[in-house]
C-alpha cells in the first residue's frame, strides 16, 4: 500500500552502532520500527534506495577528498569528521546520499519525498565536519538539475546547528537558496546563508514559529523555488542534549507543519530529510522524527 502524497524512503545501511558516542545513529532502525508498528503507516511501502554513485558525489565533493574517504584515511580532508572513519560508516552516509536522491525522484508521482536518514549538512566539498561525511541534499539538488535544468531549489534547514555545508556549496548559486534557523552561539563556525536567523539560547515555542513565520514569508517574496528541501533535524527540542533551544515536541510539529503548508501553497515538492537529534531520552529524538512523517503524511 503507498500514499500518493507520501512516500517513506528508508534503508537498513542506515543504522549504525557507535556505543558512547552522542551521535544515535541507531535511531534509524528505531524509527522505521515506530513506522511498522502505526496501524497508519504499518502497511505503507517503504521504498529502498541504492548506494549512492561515483559520479554522483563528485557532483559535490572533490575526488581528492572522495579517495581519502573510499580508502578510509586520516587526512586533513577527513579528520574534522567527529565520527569514525570505517566501511560500515562510510556506505552508510553513501546510502544516505542514495536515499535524499531517491527521495527526490519520487516526487515525480508523491508530493513529499521523506528520506528517513540524510540531512548531513556540515559536510564540505573537499572536507568531512561534525558528523556529516557526505553532503546528500547538496548532491540531490545537483543531480536534479541534470534532469530539471530549470529547477530551483530551496532549503529549508530547521537543524540546531546552521547548515553550513549547503551555505558554503551554493553561496554562489541563483538558483539555491539556502535558509538556515539556528541557535547562533554554538556549533558550527558560520557560513553566509541567502537567509540565517541566529536564535537565543532559552527560545521557546512562540518566538521560534513567529521567527519561522515572518522568514518563510520574506522568501516567498524574494524567491521562487520549484521544489523544497527540508532538513527536519530533531535537536531544536528542550531536551536536546547538544543544544539550549526550548522547543517542545508540539512546537516541533508545528514547525512541520509550517514547513508542508509553505510547499503545498506554492504547490511545489517537499523532499523531507531528517538531520540531527540528541535527546537525553532516546525514545524522544525517535518520536520527534516520526511526528515529522506524521505532519507530512496526514491528509
Not at 196 to 204: A, I
Amino acid at each position: 500500500m503507498t500514499s500518493n502524497g507520501l512516500a517513506l524512503v528508508y534503508h537498513s545501511s542506515y543504522n549504525l552502532e557507535l556505543p558512547g558516542h552522542v551521535f544515535p545513529a541507531h535511531k534509524y532502525s528505531h524509527l522505521y520500527n515506530r513506522v511498522k508498528r502505526d496501524p497508519v503507516y504499518a502497511s505503507w511501502d517503504i521504498f529502498l534506495p541504492k548506494k549512492a554513485e561515483d559520479e554522483d558525489l563528485e557532483l559535490v565533493h572533490s575526488k581528492a577528498y572522495l579517495d581519502d574517504l573510499f580508502g578510509y584515511e586520516h587526512t586533513e580532508r577527513t579528520m574534522y569528521s567527529e565520527l569514525p572513519l570505517n566501511r560500515s560508516i562510510v556506505e552508510s552516509f553513501a546510502y544516505g546520499v542514495g536515499g535524499t536522491s531517491f527521495a527526490t525522484e519520487l516526487t515525480n508521482k508523491f508530493k513529499f519525498g521523506f528520506n528517513m536518514g540524510g540531512g548531513y549538512h556540515h559536510s564540505f566539498p573537499d572536507k568531512a565536519e561534525g558528523f556529516c561525511y557526505l553532503n546528500d541534499v547538496a548532491i540531490a539538488i545537483r543531480k536534479q538539475k541534470f534532469i530539471k535544468p530549470d529547477e530551483k531549489a530551496i532549503i529549508i534547514d530547521l537543524d540546531l546547528h546552521q547548515g553550513n555545508g549547503n551555505s558554503y556549496i551554493f553561496q554562489y548559486d541563483d538558483n539555491v537558496y539556502t535558509f538556515s534557523m539556528h541557535q547562533g552561539n554554538i556549533y558550527p563556525k558560520k557560513e553566509s546563508s541567502n537567509l540565517d536567523v541566529n536564535l537565543e539560547p532559552g527560545t521557546k515555542d512562540d518566538e521560534y514559529l513567529s521567527h519561522l513565520n515572518k522568514s518563510l514569508d520574506k522568501i516567498k517574496k524574494d524567491f521562487d523555488p520549484t521544489i523544497v528541501y527540508y532538513i527536519a533535524g530533531a535537536d531544536p527540542y528542550e531536551d536536546d542534549s547538544l543544544g539550549e533551544l526550548k522547543i517542545s515536541m508540539k512546537g516541533l510539529r508545528e514547525r512541520d507543519k509550517m514547513v508542508r503548508k509553505y510547499s503545498e501553497d506554492l504547490n511545489i515538492p517537499c523532499v523531507v530529510t531528517l538531520a540531527g537529534g540528541y535527546a537525553r531520552d532516546f525514545r524522544d529524538t525517535v518520536e520527534i522524527h516520526f511526528n515529522t512523517i506524521t505532519a507530512f503524511g496526514e491528509k
